[in-house]
């Protein structure tokens, strides 16, 4: 008779602990577990928090808490502002905060951010970190944008939205040379809304910058060097194709020397030690080289 009852008690165990687990969000950074303890919405540190004391959550004020794992946020589905400043994150995955508008994460460490989801963003400011990459064209609400700062190659802001944005910030991206956007002609132009948008001198808007992703390995195939570098007073650009112009910016974005001639020549006696980007330009398009001058 026991028997019978066994799969019916297993049943309703499972059940249980199926439930008890449902209501619980894996939180396994101390530091964010403890940030949420010192806001009163948990108890002890125990890698988990009961669900239903954050999902109401609207505004999540976490700055410098030395926190470097994120993961847990997804449980905070009503989350509207996080503030994540001075922190120790290296990648955020936000998607499933589908009612996000401003996201704060100034002065950390972060390689990759996935904002896929976050559909009600108005406000991204990742300045300060180490993003290579950076694609907000899904984020159609967008306002703000301030990504300054990184080491960003590819930035997409072709979201349909540009005339929303009316501030950008996306200068000291020492190899950011092509940001894509809704309207290059206008953005080139300075046309509003891109004239009150800040960027590298370096940097050129375009609707498709995948079109001349292969211009640096065609370059390379056509022998492109420069030499020497370091340098002290000439530098010199060889190229079997035909180079036309040659642009040298500080890691600043201000240009301080252009030649379009004799580029096996170049002086850089008049300038001051440190990092440069050499912007070179010739019939197959532009491609950028990095400079230290001894």
Known sequence: MLKKYIPVVLSFYLF?????????????????EQ?????GYDDVLDDYVVTSNISGITDLDLTDKTISD???????????????????????????????????LLDNKLTSINLNGASSLEVLNCEDNQLTSLDVSN?????????SKNFLTSLNVKNGSNSLITEFNATANIYLTCIQVDNATDANAGIAPYDTWQKDAIATYSEDCHSTAGIDDELLSEGLNIYPNPVSNTLSIVSKLQLTK????????????????????????????????????????????GMIKK
């Open 139 to 147: 984020n159609t609400a967008l306002t703000s944008l301030n990504c």
């Open 246 to 289: 040659v642009e040298i910016y500080t890691i600043l974005g201000q240009k301080v020397k252009e030649v379009s001639s004799n580029f096996r020549s170049i002086s850089t006696t008049n300038l001051s030690k440190g990092v440069y980007m050499v912007k070179i330009y010739s019939e197959k398009g532009t491609t950028v080289r």
């Open 70 to 104: 994120l993961t847990g946020i997804e449980g905070f589905v009503n989350l509207v502002t996080l503030d994540c400043t001075d922190n120790q994150l290296t990648s955020l995955d936000v998607s499933n905060n589908t009612k996000l508008v401003s996201l704060i």
């Open 16 to 32: 249980i602990s199926g439930n008890i687990y449902a209501q619980n969000t894996y939180i396994p950074d101390d530091n964010f």
């Open 35 to 39: 940030a949420i303890i010192d806001l």
